[in-house]
């Protein structure tokens, strides 16, 4: 595990030594060095922005698993009405981007509704909103993936239509739906860094703020990228111990 997380670290870390050394840029590593009391100060404080990250994110795509499912299953139906509530709801929030629905459910919805969310959960509903869709389409395409024997079998069980997707036809596609899942989940861990624009205090949030008072960008924001970097390798690996392990 360390070496498949530690190896693209280093090679970033060697990429951003070495473009250091051949240009003119005067770099000041000591504004996130572990050595000084500063630059501990200023690497705690961006490293608690991650806790906001992974809130928003595994939040998210809970929610956005539950949508996604309970959206998928008109689309299964054989009614024509139930499979079109399926595509309207897919196409419409798969083509909304996740920042106009961040700025929508934050700002929009106390007009609307005059119900008023906090940053972090109008960040967590509009993402799991967006995400929703894409699930739904996982959800289906995994479905789809198993034998119409199956299916056959389970109806001379005698089980209605829920009881066969609980005890039959769900287990089977969840290994299925595993990869494409996790991808979902790197997505989603990566698009949370758009809950800054709303003031959520996440990994890019802490960023900016650090940024404008260090004036160092170029030294804070690439240990930002190694923070997301950590996060998205740590998470794949375990996406792909979980796939070998389902199969």
Same mark, same amino acid.
């Given at each position: 595990?360390?070496?498949?997380?530690?190896?693209?670290?280093?090679?970033?870390?060697?990429?951003?030594?070495?473009?250091?050394?051949?240009?003119?840029?005067?770099?000041?590593?000591?504004?996130?060095?572990?050595?000084?009391?500063?630059?501990?100060?200023?690497?705690?404080?961006?490293?608690? #922005?991650?806790?906001?990250?992974?809130?928003?994110?595994?939040?998210?795509?809970?929610?956005?698993?539950?949508?996604?499912? /309970?959206?998928?299953?008109?689309?299964?139906?054989?009614? @024509?009405?139930?499979?079109?509530?399926?595509?309207?709801?897919?196409?419409?929030?798969?083509?909304?981007?996740?920042?106009?629905?961040?700025?929508?459910?934050?700002?929009?919805?106390? /007009?609307?509704?005059?119900?008023?969310?906090?940053?972090?959960?109008?960040?967590? /509903?509009?993402?799991?909103?967006?995400?929703?869709?894409?699930?739904?389409?996982?959800?289906?395409?995994?479905?789809?993936?198993?034998? @119409?024997?199956?299916? %056959?079998?389970?109806?001379?069980? #005698?089980?209605?239509?829920?009881?066969?997707?609980?005890?039959?036809?769900?287990?089977?596609?969840?290994? @299925?739906?595993?990869?494409?899942?996790?991808?979902?989940?790197?997505?989603?861990? @990566?698009?949370?860094?758009?809950?800054?624009?709303?003031?959520?205090?996440?990994?890019?949030?802490?960023?900016? %703020?650090?940024?404008?008072?260090?004036?160092?960008?170029?030294?804070?924001?690439?240990?930002?990228?190694? %923070?997301?970097?950590?996060?998205?390798?740590?998470?794949?690996?375990?996406?792909?111990?979980?796939?070998?392990?389902?199969?």
């Amino acid at each position: 595990m360390l070496s498949s997380i530690l190896r693209p670290l280093c090679l970033v870390v060697i990429a951003l030594a070495l473009s250091g050394c051949s240009s003119d840029y005067q770099w000041g590593w000591y504004v996130v060095s572990p050595v000084t009391e500063s630059g501990r100060i200023n690497l705690q404080f961006l490293a608690t #922005g991650a806790l906001y990250t992974l809130g928003i994110s595994l939040l998210a795509f809970t929610l956005a698993m539950l949508a996604g499912l /309970i959206i998928a299953l008109p689309g299964l139906s054989s009614h @024509k009405p139930l499979r079109a509530f399926n595509r309207v709801y897919v196409e419409t929030f798969r083509s909304i981007p996740v920042l106009v629905m961040i700025l929508w459910i934050y700002y929009g919805l106390p /007009i609307v509704s005059g119900i008023e969310l906090s940053a972090f959960a109008a960040a967590v /509903i509009a993402l799991a909103i967006c995400e929703s869709a894409f699930h739904a389409e996982i959800f289906r395409g995994g479905v789809n993936a198993i034998g @119409k024997g199956q299916f %056959e079998a389970a109806e001379a069980l #005698g089980l209605n239509y829920f009881q066969k997707m609980y005890c039959v036809i769900l287990p089977q596609a969840i290994r @299925k739906m595993i990869p494409p899942l996790a991808n979902q989940f790197v997505y989603m861990l @990566k698009m949370s860094s758009l809950a800054s624009v709303i003031g959520v205090q996440e990994l890019t949030r802490r960023a900016n %703020e650090l940024q404008i008072s260090e004036y160092r960008a170029m030294e804070i924001y690439s240990i930002l990228v190694l %923070e997301y970097l950590v996060l998205v390798l740590l998470f794949s690996w375990l996406a792909r111990k979980l796939e070998r392990k389902a199969a």
